[in-house]
C-alpha cells in the first residue's frame, strides 16, 4: 500500500510542477507580446534565467 501512495503524490507533484511550468512559459510569452520596451525585457529575462 506504501509505494502506491508514494507513487501518487509524485505523480501529483510532477503534475503539479509541469503545470507551473507551462503557466509561468505562458506569462512570459504574454509579457513580451504586451511590452515593447527592450530594457524591460531584458530585465525580466535574467530574472527568468535566474529562477530556472
Partial sequence: ?????????????????????ILMNSLMINYKLKNNSYKIKNNKMIEWKWLW
Fill in 1 to 21: 500500500m506504501m509505494p502506491i501512495n508514494w507513487l501518487m503524490i509524485f505523480l501529483m507533484c510532477l503534475t503539479c510542477l509541469i503545470i507551473i511550468m
